[in-house]
């Protein structure tokens, strides 16, 4: 194998991961906020938490179509065979993304007319962001836990991907999520709205760090190779700090919750779910669709991979710069007074 065939594939697959990680970074707590309508049943309160994310939220799912087209056009092997294996999950996280979408901008028009009408979009936004959330998590357990392919080709059935380990990885994520979003609102508001979040923050942690070693135990007894890849010397030299990391990251966590700080939760978070990703990718390299098929198994032609470089390159930091540029502009506290519409 040709440097070029070996590193474009490498690239690449550095790519998509970063894509992933920040569509998981901005949309994560896009939906958690939803989730939380869950805890926050007053009006007013509902209203400042969909404020925080207003400008921004149809945004942050750029990076999924981003993510998707990487997929598709660079690892076409993997999109074959990972797509019909989670039909289910993903057919139905689009639809859920879809209502959730409409009853975002419903809730609003219907309490400008009718505000008890709202109540069934304020229900259809939680559920939609928890449906996402949850389908999400399962595409990955499904991922990880490996799809059954011949000959390059998905040869197993529709629900395969159905399984308690993908239903916890759906669930983890759902509380992941939740947390993300909770601290979000730390950070983004203030009064009671932001008391509540202080509240509701630290069962979540505590819940989703049992998730994320149960996950991360469970996980290394799916393959052998799993487990190798963490135990294996010099390996577990390499991989150490991230469990380590954890537990700092925790602490730190705990920390900022007692001591009323507004932005290091949020960060925190954001480092476990940045420690639990590169985990996992750790896990399966150099695999794209586990346990049989790597990155340059599944992937398109060098000469192809070199010519959507080049336009990415081109188009990366525009969306990038535009992404940055539109927190920047809504940054800042929000309160009551600031509406959306």
């Given at each position: 194998?040709?440097?070029?065939?070996?590193?474009?594939?490498?690239?690449?697959?550095?790519i998509l991961a970063a894509a992933i990680m920040i569509y998981i970074v901005l949309d994560g707590f896009d939906l958690g906020i939803g989730i939380l309508f869950a805890f926050e049943r007053r009006r007013d309160s509902r209203d400042i938490m969909v404020n925080t994310i207003a400008p921004v939220w149809d945004g942050n799912e750029t990076w999924m179509v981003f993510g998707g087209a990487v997929l598709y056009g660079v690892f076409?092997?993997?999109?074959?065979?990972?797509?019909?294996?989670?039909?289910?999950?993903?057919?139905?996280?689009?639809?859920?993304?879809?209502?959730?979408?409409?009853?975002?901008?419903?809730?609003?028009?219907?309490?400008?007319g009718a505000g008890s009408r709202s109540t069934f979009w304020d229900f259809g936004f939680m559920a939609g962001s928890v449906i996402v959330a949850f389908c999400q998590g399962a595409i990955v357990g499904g991922v990880i836990q490996g799809v059954s392919t011949t000959e390059g080709s998905f040869s197993g059935g529709p629900i395969d991907w159905l399984t308690p380990f993908s239903v916890l990885c759906g669930v983890?994520?759902?509380?992941?999520?939740?947390?993300?979003?909770?601290?979000?609102?730390?950070?983004r508001t203030e009064g009671a709205l932001q008391q509540h979040c202080r509240v509701w923050a630290l069962p979540l942690a505590l819940t989703l760090l049992a998730c994320i070693v149960a996950v991360s135990i469970?996980?290394?007894?799916?393959?052998?190779?799993?487990?190798?890849?963490?135990?294996?010397?010099?390996n577990i030299m390499i991989v150490a700090p991230v469990p380590i990391l954890v537990g700092v990251l925790t602490v730190i966590f705990m920390w900022g919750l007692r001591n009323r700080h507004h932005?290091?939760?949020?960060?925190?978070?954001?480092?476990?779910?940045?420690?639990?990703?590169?985990?996992?990718?750790i896990t399966v390299w150099p695999h794209a669709v586990p346990p049989g098929l790597t990155l340059w198994d599944v992937s398109s032609p060098p000469s192809s991979q070199a010519f959507e470089l080049v336009g990415t390159a081109i188009l990366l930091p525009v969306i990038l710069a535009y992404t940055v540029y539109s927190y920047r502009v809504f940054r800042g506290k929000v309160t009551a007074a600031d509406s959306y519409h």
């Open positions: 194998m040709d440097g070029a065939a070996y590193w474009l594939p490498v690239i690449w697959g550095v076409p092997g993997a999109y074959s065979t990972l797509l019909p294996a989670l039909y289910l999950p993903v057919v139905t996280m689009l639809l859920a993304l879809i209502f959730r979408g409409v009853a975002f901008e419903f809730r609003v028009l219907t309490r400008i983890s994520v759902v509380l992941g999520y939740a947390l993300l979003g909770a601290c979000w609102l730390i950070w469970w996980t290394t007894q799916l393959h052998a190779p799993y487990l190798r890849r963490w135990i294996a010397w010099p932005i290091t939760p949020f960060l925190c978070t954001l480092g476990l779910f940045f420690l639990s990703f590169s985990g996992l990718g």
